[in-house]
């Protein structure tokens, strides 16, 4: 991977988070390299496998967009803490969910640690560590 500023990664982190909290979908595209993929990992099933992989610059911008910002009312993520790898190409976010689900008014708050990966000053991967429990309970998974 090629060294990429780490503030300039850092703030594109920032403007990510940004884009979502204000709802705005077309502000996600120029962070998001074309082959960029997302991964959930953790399962409400308890099991290795992720709960969500998203492949390619559409598919996650599905996600985030429709998954995320037309589901959610409040997408805000408070008491964000960052912390940039040393070669600057990895950018880590530790935060608290203060979310409201769209169609029930009902408040969604998790846990969240999330790990992008920037080539050429793009994210190319995004993990989203988050309860799944939580989640699960929110929109009436089983669990397990």
Known sequence: MTQHND???????????????????DGLVPLLAPEVVEIVPFSNKGTPE???????????LGYLGGGIIDNFT??????????V?????AVFAEAKGDL?????SVPYNNVYIFKFIF?????????EYANPITFAKLVGLPVG
Request: proline share 2%; hydrophobic share 35%; glycine share 8%.
């Open 50 to 60: 992720p709960f969500a992989e998203y492949k390619g610059r559409e598919a996650v």
């Open 74 to 83: 409040r997408t805000v993520l408070v008491d964000k803490q960052f912390y």
């Open 119 to 127: 080539e050429g000053g793009k994210i190319i991967h995004i993990s």
């Open 85 to 89: 790898s040393d070669d600057g190409n």
């Open 100 to 104: 409201i689900q769209g169609h029930t």
């Open 7 to 25: 503030s300039e990664n850092l703030e594109a982190v920032k403007a990510f988070f940004l884009a979502l909290e204000q709802h705005d979908k």
